[in-house]
């Protein structure tokens, strides 16, 4: 590709609302540019990057047996109904109305079209396994979009959907899937973890999450400093023993505390620890109002909770909601005498409290002296808080670090979520009818591209993963008003094209410091620089990753470009 007639507007000063370093880079380098919040436009270069991307993809789901379709991103909102994802999925899902006013959604996801497709033309058990994908741009209104295409609206994504006959034929094809996205992941030469992970809006319960170790990330991952146990913070289970105090139980009192609604300011007005402190936070769940306690150091996990209830949704109750149910503003409310309308459940944490303090259900009021099941009754003591750091690692082996991760894939089994709720059914070898059972396995395609970016980069641009690259050479004639120098720089585009790279070839009028600049800014692989020795048959030939830079003959240039490739992933 010739770059004199090449759309990559490349900028040198950093956007002032890029916050990421992709961001930053995708837009200096001209890979992307926005064209609304969250929405953005791929240019040539970026295009390149993403379909790199997209093969490589589309590589590992075939050598797994995997079999390319293309559904529509326009679904019908009786499917979503008919799976009870419609009002469950929250504000995230882009709904509309076409002229005849029925209601439709721009697809997230593809569970309900790929269901209705299988369960229409597959009766027969002899037809599975089977697992379809297609790489298609999805639409989520997410609320805050930011770090460019990392949490974008619009996005390309690889989505993924198993149907098998029993449960052993699911968790096959979730090995193949898992072992698939380990190939495309260390493909791209990224630094990630297959970590345990909540399923969320999509169900099923067994599930990992592919992620990118990176300081951006917005999800933490809980790690064992000894074994290989990762797990999403939100899923990692607590192990601990709470030892409860042999002190005397004091007698339950009311006191003022005015203007004391946060733990830390209790804390420091009372001078106490926060161990003796049982913050009460109230959630609706599927309508139900559950007061959740932890002890004053923890925070309360909602995933737990909503695993807890096996529940729809989960919401942490509005202002009005807590004067509905607990009849006090939030910052004051407690366990004690609570209506018979509000669960209680507590941490195991909280069992161990000897003489703690809680709201009082009153405005400027707590109790102190506070003892689980003495002043309150409580439904369940169960897991109820978020893992931290320092505490004993689920599987047994050392205590739990926290680490920043971007994440680019996730593998579920959905089981018979909606193989049940939308009759997906086959005969089975006796004639009989079964549900079938499900499995979905999403790759964010564009969140891959700017996650490569995140990990290989350095002061002066883009260092791109050899698969991942846009173009294997770039090639720059220091001064095509040379013949010397224009002569040779079209033989070795026109030869090295033939040899089967993928040349970008820097024809422009520009200064050499410009294209040097462009040139380390876009990052591809290797530069091959003709300059004043072309009369000698001598090209400059510099590794991108390395910084590297080589004098070479170019009866030498072909040997020099293979022993570099071989060095890069």
């Known amino acids: 590709m010739r770059q004199n007639h090449f759309l990559s507007p490349t900028l040198r000063d950093v956007p002032s609302d890029a916050e990421v370093t992709s961001h930053q880079l995708m837009l200096r380098a001209g890979l992307i540019r926005q064209t609304a919040s969250g929405v953005y436009s791929f240019l040539p270069l970026g295009l390149r990057a993403l379909k790199k991307v997209e093969n490589i993809v589309r590589d590992e789901m075939d050598q797994a047996g995997a079999q390319e379709v293309l559904m529509p991103a326009i679904q019908p909102a009786e499917l979503w109904q008919e799976s009870g994802r419609w009002q469950a999925y929250g504000p995230e899902l882009m709904r509309f109305n076409d002229r005849h006013n029925r209601e439709f959604a721009l697809g997230p996801t593809h569970e309900e079209v ?3 497709l ?5 009766k027969s058990y002899k037809k599975l396994p089977m697992t ?7 639409f989520r209104d997410e609320r805050r979009p930011r770090f460019g295409v990392l949490r974008s609206r619009e996005f390309i994504m690889k989505d993924a959907y198993s149907f098998d006959t029993n ?11 898992y072992d698939a996205y380990t190939n495309v992941f260390t493909r791209c030469d990224l630094d990630f973890r297959a970590v345990v992970a909540d399923s969320g809006a999509m169900g099923g319960k067994d599930t990992h999450e592919f992620m990118v170790l990176s300081s951006i990330g917005e999800d933490t991952i809980a790690y064992s400093d000894t074994s290989n146990y990762a797990a999403n913070v939100e899923i990692a289970p607590v192990i601990a023993n709470y030892e409860k105090s042999n002190e005397e139980l004091l007698e339950l009192e009311k006191f003022s505390t005015p203007e004391l609604k946060t733990i830390d300011e209790l804390t420091e007005s009372l001078a106490i620890s926060k161990e003796k402190l049982i913050k009460a936070v109230l959630f609706i769940v599927d309508e139900k109002p559950v007061l959740a306690l932890v002890r004053g150091d923890h925070d309360v996990n909602d995933v737990k909770i909503k695993h807890y209830y096996e529940a729809k949704v989960v919401e942490l109750a509005s202002r009005e909601q807590t004067l509905e149910f607990m009849n006090c503003e939030p910052g004051f409310i407690g366990p004690i005498k609570v209506t018979p309308v509000v669960e209680v459940i507590a941490d195991k944490a909280i069992e161990a409290v000897v003489n703690g303090i809680c709201g009082a259900n009153e405005k400027d009021m707590h109790f102190k002296n506070v003892n689980p099941n003495r002043d309150f009754s409580v439904k369940a003591f169960i ?4 893992i931290i750091e320092g505490d004993l690692s689920p599987d047994g082996q050392g205590t739990i670090r926290f680490a920043e991760g971007i994440e680019v894939g996730h593998v579920f089994k959905l089981g018979t979520r909606y193989s049940e709720s939308m009759g997906a059914q086959f005969l089975d070898e006796n004639g009989k009818t079964q549900p079938m059972i499900m499995g979905c396995y999403g790759i964010g395609v564009t969140r891959t591209v700017a996650a490569v970016i995140e990990q290989h980069h350095d002061d002066k641009g883009i260092v791109w993963p050899k698969e991942v690259a846009p173009f294997d050479i770039h090639l720059i004639a220091v001064n095509l008003k040379d013949s010397d120098q224009k002569d040779l720089a079209e033989t070795l585009y026109s030869q090295l094209k033939k040899n089967g790279y993928d040349v970008l070839f ?5 200064r050499p410091g410009v294209k040097f600049t462009d040139a380390d800014l876009i990052g591809l692989p ?11 048959g001598i090209v400059e030939v510099k590794n991108r990753k390395t910084t590297e830079v080589f004098e070479v003959t170019i009866d030498q240039l072909t040997s020099t470009i293979s022993d ?4 890069l992933k």
């Open 383 to 386: 897991d109820l808080r978020f």
């Open 114 to 116: 790929i269901t209705t």
């Open 132 to 138: 379809l994908y297609q790489i298609q741009t999805k």
């Open 564 to 567: 570099i490739l071989a060095t």
């Open 526 to 536: 290797i530069r091959i620089t003709i300059g004043k020795k072309a009369n000698e």
């Open 118 to 122: 299988v369960r229409d033309d597959v």
């Open 506 to 510: 820097d024809d422009r009028n520009e």
């Open 167 to 177: 449960q052993a034929g699911l968790d096959e094809s979730y090995d193949k899937m």
